[in-house]
C-alpha cells in the first residue's frame, strides 16, 4: 500500500506595474514641482540682496550687537554647550536625575562665571564695543550683578553650582567647616595672614632709606611665624632617652670592659611596642620677661626730623641657607646615655638644642640604686631550695641617692672618645635648668650672617629702645643673641689670634652705624695695628678726624676723652640731671649730646708703650664714663696678667673670650675655664653682667664687602654738607699737655728748622716720632715742623701711616 502525499496549493501571482517610460515630459514635470520652484525663487532673492542692502554694514552692526548684549559671556555659552554635546555623546541622559542635576549646576556655574565677568570694566575693545563702557560680560553680565540683591543672587549660583555639582565634598565643607574655622582661629592663622600681608606691604611701599620700627621685615624666623601655638587641651612630652644597659643587673656589662655592646634601641621605661624616635625637636627657649617700660620725660622739640638717613638693611648680605647634612642627634643622644650607663652612672637625655656651631643635649641626673641579695622563703618561714640544690636568692632595694654631677663632668673625655668629637664642653648645670649640658661639636659650622640677627624679633625688640643695640650671634640652641652697649657698659674682648676677635670688633661697629646717625653716636678708634680699623677712618662718625695708629697719640686720645667727660659732668650740673638720657630730654637743652664709643683694637701694644697712662685712664674712664654716655669696647689677643690687670677685669664687667690656649688664660679672662675648649672661628662664650655663667655664642660674621658698602654709604657726597664738628681741639690740647711743651709755635728764622731740614736730607723717609728721638721735641712740635717743610717742598704729601718722603736731592742748599 502506497502512501499519499498532501500536496500545498500554490499561491495566485500577483501582476507587476509596467515600469513607465522616461519620456520628456515626465522630466519637465518633475523640475516644476513646487519644493524645486519655491528653492529657486528664494536663492535669486538672496543673490539680490547684495544689489539691495549693504551687507557688511549689516553683519558689523549684528556683530556689535551680539557683543554688546552677551559680551565675553559668548564664550561661557559655547563651554556649556561643549559640555553638554559631550555628555550627549556618553549618554548621560540615560540617568535622567543625574544629568538633570548636573545640568542645572553647569548652568548655575555659567551665570556665576557670567556675572563675574560683569564686574570687570576692562579697558579692551572688540569691533565697535568698548568694554569700559559695558563690561567683559557685557549687558546681561552686567544686568546679573545689579544692586545689592543681584550681587547676592550671583554669590548664590556658586553655592547652588558647586551643591549640584559635586554634593559629596560640598556635603563634607559644610560640615567640616565650623571645626576649621574654630582651628583656625585657636592657632591665629587669620592673625598671622594679615600680619604677613601687612608685612609685605610695608616691604612694598617702605621709602629708600627708611628705617622705622613698624617697617621691620624679620619679625622672628619663618619657622618661628609659622610655628602653631600649642594646644590648650593636652601637652606633647618631651622624647626621654634612657640607657640600654641596666645597671642593677648581675649580667650588668657595667665595668666589663664592654664598650661594644651598646644596643641603640629603646631603653628599658619605654614601651617595646614603639620604636624610637627619628628626630628630637628642640626645645624651646624660655621666654624672657618683659622689662618694665620707663616713663618718658617729654622734651622740647627744637626743629624737624634729622637729615641723615640711615643704611637700608639690604646693604648686608642676606642669610645663608646651611648645606651640612642633618645631624643624628637621636642616635648621638642615646649613645651619651649609654656610654654614662657604662660607667654605672645613670642619666636620661631629656632635651637637644642643635645651635649653628653645636649642640646641647641636655642630661638629667639619674639615682643611684643599692641592694642585696636575700634568701627566698616560704609561708612556712623555710628557705626555698632551687634546682640546683642552692637556696634561692632575689635583689632588693634598700636604699637610693642622686647621681652626683661631678660624676658626669668627670666622663668629658669618655664622652668624647664615645662620640669621636674633637672636644666637649660640659655646662653643669645649665642656668635656670635642672639639666647638665654636654655640648658637641657639629660636623659643620653654620655661618650666622648679621642680616639675619639683625632681622630678629630680639633685635627689632632692643634697637627700638636703644641706638646701641649689637648683634652678637646665635646661642647654642639656635635664638638670636643680642645685647646693649649702654647697659654694659663697657667690653672686653680677649682671645688668641684668628680666633674672630677682629670679626666681632666689625660686628659691633657695623651694627651701630646701621642703628644710629653721627648725631646720635660718635666713635674714638685706636688701631696701633694700623690694618683693622683704618677702613672706618673716613666715616662721620669719628670723633675725631682720623683713626689714632701712633701709639705716642694714644695717651693724648685718651685724655682729651676725659677731658669730654668732665666737660658733660658740668653741663649736667648745670641743668640738675645725673646722665647723658635725663640730660637729652630735659627742656632747657638746645643741642642733644651724642654717646661715645672708645674702641681700642690691640690693648697690647698700649699696655707695652705706657702701662701705667693706659690704666690710669681706661679705670676712670670706666668709672665714670657710663653716666656721660661714654662706653669702652677693649680687645686683645694677649689675655696675661700683665695686660688684663685686676684695675681693668675690676671695671670690665661684660667680658668675651674667644678660643684660647690654655685654662690659665681662660681664667684671666672670664674668671673661670672654658674658653679653652671653644672651637675658634667666631665661637665665643659672652658673660653678660646680670648672668652667674657665660653664655656660649656662634658669632655674627661680617665680610669685608659688607664693611666697603656700609663706608661707602656714609662716606657719599649727599651728607658732606651734615658732617659734623670734630673734637680735634680737645686732642691737640692733650697732646700738649702729654708732651709738656707749651711753646709749640714754630718761626721760619728758628734754629730746630734748620736741624729739621738737615736731619731729613741725611733720611729718605721722616716721621714726627723721627724728629721728637732726635731733635728732643714734642709731637705736636714734630707735625708743625713736617707741615713746614711740606710747605717748602723738602717732604711729600702725607701716605698711608705717619712718615713722610723726602723729596729734595742732598746738593740742595736750604740754609
Request: proline residues 6%.
Amino acid at each position: 500500500m502506497t502512501a499519499r502525499t498532501r500536496t500545498r496549493p500554490r499561491a495566485a501571482r500577483t501582476a507587476r506595474p509596467r515600469k513607465q517610460r522616461n519620456t520628456f515630459f515626465s522630466r519637465k514635470n518633475r523640475f516644476l514641482r513646487a519644493e524645486v520652484v519655491g528653492v529657486a525663487i528664494a536663492a535669486l532673492a538672496i543673490a539680490a540682496l547684495p544689489w539691495l542692502v549693504d551687507l557688511g554694514e549689516v553683519g558689523a552692526e549684528a556683530r556689535d550687537w551680539v557683543v554688546r548684549t552677551f559680551g565675553m559671556g559668548i564664550f561661557v555659552i559655547a563651554a556649556l554647550s561643549v559640555a553638554g554635546g559631550m555628555s550627549i555623546a556618553h549618554r548621560s541622559y540615560e540617568r535622567p536625575l543625574a544629568f538633570a542635576r548636573r545640568a542645572a549646576g553647569a548652568v548655575a556655574l555659567g551665570l556665576f562665571a557670567w556675572g563675574a565677568l560683569g564686574l570687570n570694566h576692562a579697558d579692551w575693545s572688540l569691533g565697535g564695543v568698548d568694554f569700559s563702557d559695558v563690561s567683559l560680560g557685557g549687558d546681561i553680565g552686567r544686568l546679573l550683578v545689579a544692586g545689592p540683591l543681584g550681587i547676592v543672587a550671583w554669590l548664590s549660583t556658586l553655592v547652588i553650582g558647586v551643591a549640584l555639582v559635586a554634593p559629596g565634598p560640598s556635603r563634607a565643607f559644610a560640615r567640616n567647616s565650623p571645626v576649621w574655622a574654630a582651628t583656625a582661629w585657636e592657632r591665629r592663622l587669620p592673625h598671622r595672614i594679615l600680619a604677613g600681608i601687612g608685612r609685605f606691604l610695608a616691604f612694598v611701599f617702605r621709602r629708600p632709606g627708611s628705617r622705622d620700627e613698624e617697617m621691620v621685615i624679620g619679625a622672628g624666623t619663618l619657622r618661628e611665624r609659622l610655628q602653631p601655638r600649642p594646644g590648650p587641651d593636652f601637652e606633647v612630652e618631651p622624647v626621654v632617652y634612657r640607657p640600654s644597659i641596666d645597671l642593677a643587673a648581675p649580667s650588668s656589662i657595667v665595668g666589663a670592659g664592654a664598650a661594644a655592646a651598646f644596643v641603640h634601641g629603646t631603653g628599658l621605661d619605654d614601651d617595646p611596642t614603639e620604636s624610637e624616635p627619628e628626630a628630637i625637636a628642640p626645645a624651646a627657649p624660655p621666654a624672657e620677661e618683659e622689662e618694665a617700660a620707663e616713663p618718658q620725660q617729654l622734651g622740647l622739640q627744637l626743629g624737624g626730623q634729622s637729615a641723615w638717613a640711615l643704611p637700608a638693611i639690604e646693604l648686608l648680605n642676606a642669610p645663608q641657607v646651611s648645606a651640612s647634612r642633618k645631624h643624628d642627634n637621636a642616635a648621638r643622644a642615646q649613645l651619651i646615655v649609654d656610654t654614662l650607663a657604662s660607667f654605672g652612672v645613670d642619666a636620661t637625655v631629656v632635651e637637644v638644642n642643635e645651635g649653628p656651631t653645636v649642640t646641647q643635649f641636655g642630661v638629667e641626673p639619674g639615682w643611684e640604686v643599692r641592694s642585696k641579695e636575700v634568701q627566698v622563703k616560704d609561708v612556712a618561714g623555710k628557705t626555698i631550695i632551687g634546682g640546683d640544690g642552692r637556696a634561692r636568692t632575689e635583689r632588693v632595694e634598700v636604699g637610693r641617692t642622686r647621681v652626683r654631677v661631678n660624676r658626669i663632668t668627670a666622663l668629658q673625655n669618655d664622652l668624647a672618645l664615645a662620640l669621636a668629637a674633637p672636644s666637649l664642653r660640659i655646662e653643669a648645670p645649665v642656668p635656670g635648668r635642672a639639666i647638665v649640658g654636654i655640648e658637641v661639636p657639629n660636623d659643620s659650622a653654620t655661618v650666622v650672617t648679621m642680616r639675619h640677627v639683625m632681622e630678629s624679633k630680639e633685635f627689632a625688640e632692643l634697637a627700638r629702645k636703644s641706638k646701641l643695640a649689637l648683634a652678637l650671634g646665635k646661642g647654642v640652641s639656635g635664638v638670636p643673641v643680642t645685647a646693649d652697649l649702654a647697659k654694659m657698659p663697657h667690653l672686653l674682648i680677649a682671645g688668641a689670634t684668628g680666633s674672630g676677635k677682629s670679626v666681632c670688633m666689625n660686628s659691633i661697629i657695623a651694627g651701630i652705624m646701621m642703628n644710629a646717625s653721627p648725631d646720635e653716636v660718635r666713635f674714638v678708634m685706636v688701631d696701633p695695628k694700623r690694618v683693622e680699623l683704618t677702613a672706618y677712618s673716613h666715616i662721620p662718625h669719628l670723633a675725631f678726624s682720623e683713626v689714632i695708629v701712633d701709639v705716642d697719640k694714644v695717651v693724648g686720645a685718651l685724655q682729651a676723652v676725659v677731658s669730654e667727660m668732665e666737660a658733660r659732668f658740668k653741663k649736667f650740673a648745670a641743668v640738675a640731671v645725673r646722665n647723658i638720657d635725663a640730660y637729652n630730654k630735659h627742656p632747657r637743652v638746645l643741642k642733644k649730646l651724642p654717646c661715645w664709643v672708645v674702641i681700642i683694637d690691640e690693648l697690647a701694644d698700649l699696655m707695652m708703650a705706657a702701662p701705667f697712662e693706659v690704666e690710669k685712664l681706661l679705670c676712670r674712664l670706666a668709672q665714670l664714663g657710663r653716666a656721660a654716655g661714654i662706653h669702652l669696647v677693649v680687645a686683645t689677643q694677649r689675655p696675661s696678667v700683665d695686660v688684663i690687670t685686676g684695675l681693668i677685669k675690676a671695671n670690665f664687667p661684660t667680658r668675651i673670650a674667644f678660643a684660647v690656649t690654655s685654662m690659665i688664660d681662660s681664667r684671666t679672662i672670664l674668671d673661670m675655664g672654658g674658653a679653652e675648649k671653644l672651637l675658634g672661628r667666631g665661637d665665643m662664650l659672652y658673660m653678660p653682667t646680670d648672668a652667674a655663667k657665660p653664655i656660649r655664642i656662634q658669632g655674627v660674621y661680617v665680610s669685608d664687602a659688607e664693611v666697603e658698602r656700609l663706608v661707602q654709604f656714609w662716606t657719599d657726597d649727599r651728607f658732606s654738607a651734615l658732617a659734623p664738628e670734630t673734637a680735634d681741639a680737645l686732642l691737640e690740647q692733650a697732646l700738649v699737655e702729654q708732651n709738656a711743651d707749651p711753646d709749640i709755635s714754630i718761626e721760619e728764622d728758628d734754629p730746630i728748622v734748620g736741624r729739621a731740614r738737615h736731619l731729613a736730607m741725611e733720611h729718605q723717609r721722616v716721621s714726627p716720632s723721627l724728629f721728637q728721638r732726635r731733635l728732643r721735641i714734642g709731637y705736636v712740635k714734630a707735625c708743625r715742623l713736617i707741615d713746614l717743610l711740606e710747605e717748602e717742598g723738602l717732604v711729600g704729601p702725607r701716605e698711608e701711616g705717619e712718615s713722610r718722603r723726602v723729596l729734595a736731592t742732598p746738593q740742595s742748599d736750604f740754609d
